[in-house]
């Protein structure tokens, strides 16, 4: 059963309902999770897609965060999309073949190997899409639910085939991806510049990425350049050391695993030995400016399609216009929001904060409490 904030918060603002946000993503990371209920949302569902990761490692990611933060009874966890609407292993590395290689292919990856064994993860036997569509249609009257996906689109896609009202019931939609004007950046960059400005969530599977965008949600966000400049540093490191305590703290309790994951050595020149280690907070960034959008800074209203010829270096691609100039018929777009900054400050200590507050009780009384005094050395 679901207890609300607003009938335990101590000091806290009584609200008769709590927002709502669906969750799907190709692996989930804890702040992803913890940012939207820190924001006063209610997670209805965590759906976990193929993608950068394969399924069973998505779903197995979303399975440890639930899990450690002991917020299974409450959180349901789904298993979205196994697979891309059209694009398949073959069409994705032939692409690459006459086009031109990403550095970043995710669960296409040559020679990927699953990390989890499904039959170690609990879940919901019902698929993502089918779990996204009841819980709009639950709360369309009352708190219609925002959906937030950060993967593919492909499980979004798949309930809008099913339930074409989606986009009538649910408040909107924020996603992670959806680059515009990185073409220089990747021509000039090293590998991980070309990494990080290649658009895998839409390019993976475009079809879909072109159904969901322009459905004519009532607000579609799209967290794109904006997200890779929020990144990792030395600063954002010293900051979470000394507020847990020193790095032995950070390491020695496993309550502390997230922020174990952001400051590894603690060393900033050390890890950026792997640029895995360094990688900006991409779809964190989203998460904040949904829970908080008083974040905000600059935002840009555009029409946005995706680029579906096989045949183009540009599949997969998103392609804006002013909506004055775009096409009116033949090809569909959508209006959508493009997120140009944030409140750099603000979204660091959103990280900090969150991370360091106990949610272990959250699914049995609705809020988080003090961590202070309940890990050792904290
Ligand atoms: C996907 O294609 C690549 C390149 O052709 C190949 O190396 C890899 O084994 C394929 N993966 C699967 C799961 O078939
Ligand atoms: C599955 O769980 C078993 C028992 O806890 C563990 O030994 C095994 O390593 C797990 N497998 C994977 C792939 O996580
Ligand atoms: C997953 O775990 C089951 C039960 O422990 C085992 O039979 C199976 O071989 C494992 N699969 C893989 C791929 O490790
Ligand atoms: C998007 O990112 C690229 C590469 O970093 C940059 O050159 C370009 O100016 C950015 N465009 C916008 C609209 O932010
Ligand atoms: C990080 O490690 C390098 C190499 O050992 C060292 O020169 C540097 O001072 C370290 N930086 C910090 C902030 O500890
Ligand atoms: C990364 O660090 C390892 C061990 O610390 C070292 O062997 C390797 O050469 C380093 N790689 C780069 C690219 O600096
Ligand atoms: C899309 O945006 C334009 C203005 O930019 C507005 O006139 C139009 O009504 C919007 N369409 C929908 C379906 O919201
Ligand atoms: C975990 O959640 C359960 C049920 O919501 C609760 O009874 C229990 O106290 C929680 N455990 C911790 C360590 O907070």
Redesign the pocket.
């Given at each position: 059963m679901r207890i609300v904030p607003s009938l335990v918060i101590a000091g806290g603002i009584s609200t008769v309902s709590a927002k709502k946000v669906f969750i799907d993503n190709d692996g989930l990371n804890a702040l992803q999770l913890l940012i939207p209920l820190y924001g006063g949302y209610d997670v209805v569902g965590v759906s976990m897609s193929f993608g950068s990761s394969s399924t069973v490692d998505s779903l197995g990611s979303g399975y440890d965060v639930l899990t450690s933060y002991n917020m299974t009874s409450c959180i349901p966890l789904y298993l979205g999309a196994q697979q891309p609407l059209i694009q398949t292993n073959e069409t994705f590395h032939l692409h690459s073949t006459l086009f031109g290689a990403p550095v970043w292919e995710g669960a296409f990856t040559p020679g990927y190997v699953d990390s989890y064994n499904i039959s170690n993860i609990t879940y919901s036997d019902v698929p993502g899409a089918l779990a996204l569509i009841d819980a709009v249609k639950a709360y369309k009257d009352t708190d219609p639910v925002m959906i937030w996906a950060a993967g593919m689109m492909t499980t979004v896609a798949q309930a809008l085939s099913i339930y074409p009202k989606l986009v009538d019931e649910a408040a909107g939609l924020y996603i992670m991806g959806g680059?515009?004007?990185?073409q220089?950046?990747q021509a000039t960059g090293d590998s991980f510049q070309v990494d990080v400005?290649t658009d895998i969530n839409l390019i993976q599977d475009p079809e879909a990425a072109q159904i969901v965008l322009t459905a004519g949600w009532k607000d579609l966000y799209i967290g794109a350049?904006v997200t890779?400049y929020l990144v990792p540093s030395q600063q954002l490191y010293d900051r979470l050391i000394i507020k847990a305590g020193g790095l032995d703290v950070i390491n020695e309790n496993d309550y502390l695993a997230p922020v174990q994951d952001i400051v590894l050595s603690g060393n900033y020149s050390l890890n950026s030995n792997d640029t895995e280690n360094i990688l900006p907070f991409w779809d964190e960034v989203v998460s904040a400016f949904m829970a908080f959008p008083n974040i905000l800074t600059s935002v840009t209203s555009v029409r946005a399609a995706v680029d579906t010829s096989f045949y183009s270096p540009f599949y997969g691609n998103l392609r804006v216009w002013g909506s004055d100039f775009a096409p009116t018929t033949g090809y569909r777009t959508g209006n959508a929001t493009i997120v140009?900054s944030i409140k750099k400050d603000k979204f660091y200590d959103l990280l900090v904060d969150v991370l360091f507050e106990d949610w272990r009780e959250y699914c049995h009384i609705g809020q988080y409490t003090s961590l202070k005094g309940k890990l050792n050395g904290y």
């Open positions: 680059y515009v004007d990185t220089f950046a400005n350049n890779n140009n």
